[in-house]
């Protein structure tokens, strides 16, 4: 089964830059769409951005300007930059793998494959 793994977490400055990956061992990541979800403390996971595998992607407007989604298929890795980083940033940030792309790519339904998540710290 399909596993998918996050790295790149840690202690990010404000104004800083940190650059999340998501890849799936063993498994080609080519043919899902991959979101990233966040949970901060006391709050739901929230959808954030989404890459389908033509490359196509979309942003919340929280994080639109500052985070992008990019996927480089010769790694089989999606990237999640995060520049600019607020503490209200911080949470835990997870990878995720849908067979669809389409308007509800922010919901956790739509997505069949989650990481174990990975932490991200925004402080000075």
């Known amino acids: 089964q399909l596993q998918l793994v996050e790295s790149g977490g840690g202690l990010a400055q404000p104004g800083g830059s940190l650059r999340l990956s998501c890849t799936a061992p063993?498994?080609?990541?080519?043919?899902?769409?991959i979101g990233w979800f966040r949970q901060a403390p006391g709050q739901e996971r929230e959808g954030i951005l989404c890459v389908s595998s033509a490359g196509d992607a979309r942003s919340k407007v929280s994080v639109k300007g500052r985070f992008t989604v990019s996927r480089d298929k010769d790694k089989n890795t999606v990237y999640l930059q995060m520049n600019n980083p607020k503490p209200e940033d911080t949470a835990v940030y997870y990878c995720a793998a849908s067979r669809a792309y389409d308007s509800y790519w922010d919901r956790e339904w739509k997505y069949d494959y989650w990481g174990k998540g990975t932490q991200v710290t925004v402080s000075s």
């Open positions: 063993g498994f080609t990541l080519d043919y899902y769409a």
